[in-house]
Structure formats: C-alpha cells, structure tokens
C-alpha cells in the first residue's frame, strides 16, 4: 500500500483516466480537481470531475451511484429519483439486484446494508470494475480499469501476462481482448458481468442466472422489447443531448427504430473510418434510410492516423488502448467536443446467439474451443483463463453457455474497454441492449427466432417499433463486402502504421 499522498497523487490529473474512479481505503487522498465521496465504514471514492456520483442514505442502508441509469417506465426519473427508489424498496442486496434489472445505462452501485458492503454494475459491465486481491495489497482497492490500481500500487505487470502482450494472438487481431477475468496484473482482477463484489471481503460471486428462464412467445416478446428498447430512449433524451449511432446493420437498426417518438431531439451519426470506400454500405445505406425517415445524416470522416497529441492522450488514458481507434475518437471529439452522449447499437450480438457449439468433441464446449472463438488459438495465458471462466459458471439452468459467454466476455470485456477508450470523445455512451430484462427476454425466446440469417425477433420488433426503418436492406453485401484487394492492402497499411 502507498504510505504517502504523493505516492498516490498520479490519479488525479484530470487530463487523465477520463470519467474513471477508484475505491479504496479511506485514507486515499484526491487530488487534482477529484471528487471525493465517502462510503459508509473504511472506504472512499474517488472520481474524475466528469463522472456522475449520486448517494443516498436511510438509517444503516446507503447506495452510491457511479455513472448514470435510466428508467424506462418512469424516463423522466433523475438519477437521484432511481437511487432513492432503490433505497426505499430493496432492502436486501437480492432485492437491490432484482430491482436494477429493466434499468439501463452504465453505472456502477456500492451498496451498504448495516456492516456488510457490496458492489456490482450493469448487466454487460460497461462500466468497468477491477479489483485487488487484499492478500496480495493489504487492502481492497477498486478502479475503472487495472493501470489506475498499478499506479496507486506501484504493481508490475505479470511476467505471463508480458508474456501474452507480446504473443501473436493478442496482437494479431485488431479488436485485441483479454481472456475471462484476467488482467495484466497478477493483483488485480476484473468484475465480469452477473458477478458482485463484496467489499468486506474481496470475494466475487455469480449471481445470474439463478433460475431457468421461462420460456416467452414470439408476440409477447416484441411488444415487451419495444416498450423497454422505447422507454430507455426516451429517458435518454430527456436527459441528455444525444447522438445516435447508425450503421446498415441490424442491432443499430433497432435502436434507430426505438428512436422514433424523440428523433427530432437526436443527432444520426455514422463514423467514417479512413479506409472505408465512398459506397461502404454504413454511408450509404444509413443515408439513404434517414433521408426517407426525414432525419439529417452526420458523417464524421475519420483520418488516416490521429495526431500525435491526441494519440499520446489516448494511449495515457486506457493502458493497451486499440490503436485503431484513435483515428475515429480524435475525429468525434474534434466534431462534438465532448458534449453528446452517443447511443450505440452494440451488445445485441448477446441476443442473437452470436456462437455456436463445436462440431467436435459432440458438442462440448472446451477452453480450447473459447480461445479459437476469441481469435487467441492454442495460446496457453488464453485457455488457462477460459478454464478458469468454466469452472466458474456454476448452474446455467437453462441459459445457453455460449451465449452467456459472449455476454461475460464478448461484452464484458471487449466492449466494456472500448467504451472506456471512447470516452475521451464521448460525453457518456448509452448502449439499449445493456439492460437485463431485455437480455432476459431475448434469451427466453426460441433460439430458431433469433439467429440469423432470419432474426426475426430483431426484424419484428424493428417493424413493431418503427416499420419505415426497414425500407432499406440491413447489410446488403454488394456493399458491405470489400474486395480482396482492399482488405489486403487494409492488412498492409496497418502494418505499416501500427506494427500489427
């Protein structure tokens, strides 16, 4: 543990680890312009100026809310509305779990019921949570992402984990991830989703699925997903200054849909990355489809390589940030100046049972066949840390273990890091589908009305919410495909640029 302020003073340059945290004794000092919140016993937060903190308290019970939620039965509910509700009707941390399921966002929530503390987040952990393991650091810390706890820690990177840093797998693809809940740092660990923290202790535990899910029809499930999809809109829009993400393809077409009754109040974006052709289906299609919906396209047109002021900023503020997006951040930033929330179409690959099962070994799932999925091959750092996801499922009742896997991973980890990368562009970022009774719902539909190529539960809620949307084709591939030549030459480029 650091034995004096300025040991720990390199957390709070607020030019750096942007709308971050972290949780630790209370001792912590904050500085540079930090907020400081106190958390009932020996813990304190400390947060960036530009993350939301709000807090309750009602006799031994207390809740502090990191980030922001939205409430699509009630859209005009502030933050501090939701936290009090919370606090007034769940009265035990399995009632303040059940009570968070149709709430959105991107939130973490520390919860105190008399001695014992609790922490978990939103349902596909966009919100990031690492933490310490206290026999190794003396003391529980919690951050936003490990290089926070590093710096305050003074810890090393784990000779393994070097190890696979410098591996082929790991930089071979460009969407570069981290395998089940491991870290670079043999202290530090990472919260996946359906897992809470408890801060007395430092032990994490699965907590959904805890029942099967009961099976829902194909109708029932359409309206439900459109008022919920339609609520979590709107409750953004009446909150923030939006900007809303559109592609050609499906899971943003369903957030544009759920758009429909707040779309004059929202900005239609789609990022331009430099390599993109002027009839990249994303262009085109996306501005064909506004046009006919009478709404304004903004293209944002990203550039070759991003500056090296920016590039420094970014890499300083996400430890092994993708290079590859700095482009299109610099180029968001440049265009919004920080001051939109975006909404994204991401995460509804959880939905659509995006995996599927091994044609060998009759089905089974194995580390080795998850570290295949995830593009990490026979790496051995990589099938280690899926073994050890395996062995921590526990009773799937009847949730499909590859789509829980793209659920704690695919989302939990990948795109819970580049969210983090991006809000050095981004005022906050809404993902719809980062809501567990949505999750939930489509989980509980038919896998045959899920998959592709059909996806019928996306086209039919699509066509429920906002049936013009569908006007123009989802992906057309004369479009979206890029000639063998074009990809060859993306591949070179990058290697070029970035090394890889």
Known sequence: MPESDSEISN?????????????????????????????????????????????????????TLVGFMLDPDLPNSTDADIVERL????????????????????????????KNKYLFNDAFGLRQVFYTDPKLTGALWVMSQPKIGADVLNLAIDDAAQKFIASYEFRAASEYKW?????????????????????????????????????????????????????????????????????????????????????????????RQWMAPDDHCD??????????LGLKHTVIKAPLTASPEFSRAFKDNVFLAHNHYEPDAEAILKHFSRKKVVVTGSGGEVGRSYHSLPLENNGKVTAEYLSKLEEMGSNDYAIRHFQQWLDDLGDLYNVSLLDLFEWDIGSGNWLAMTQLEFDIAWKDILTPYNCRAIMALMLSVDEKYRKGPENRLFLETIRNLWPEVLSEPINPHKNCEQPSLRRRIRSLVKKVVFGW
Do not use: M
């Open 11 to 63: 957390i709070g340059n607020p030019a750096q680890y942007i709308s971050q945290f972290v949780l630790g004794p209370v001792s912590t000092v904050c500085r540079g312009g930090w907020k400081r919140t106190r958390i009932e016993g020996e813990l304190q937060l400390c947060t960036h100026p530009g993350l939301g903190v709000t807090q309750a308290t009602y006799r031994d019970r207390s809740l």
């Open 87 to 114: 606090l007034e009707g769940c009265t035990s941390l399995q009632t303040l779990i059940a009570g968070t399921s149709r709430l959105g966002g991107r939130w973490v929530l520390i919860a105190t019921y008399g």
């Open 179 to 271: 395998p089940g809940a491991s870290t670079p740092y043999a202290a530090i660990g990472h919260l996946l989703p359906n897992r809470y923290l408890d801060l007395g202790t430092g032990s994490v535990h699965r907590y959904w699925p805890d029942r099967p899910l009961e099976r829902i029809g194909l109708r029932d499930a359409v309206h439900q997903l459109s008022e919920l999809f339609k609520g979590l809109i709107k409750a953004a829009a009446t909150r923030f200054d939006l900007a809303l993400a559109v592609t050609a393809g499906l899971d943003s077409r369903l957030v544009l849909a759920a758009s429909k009754d707040v779309s004059k109040k929202i900005t239609y974006v789609t990022v």
């Open 283 to 292: 262009i085109v299609v996306s501005g064909r489809l506004l046009e006919r």
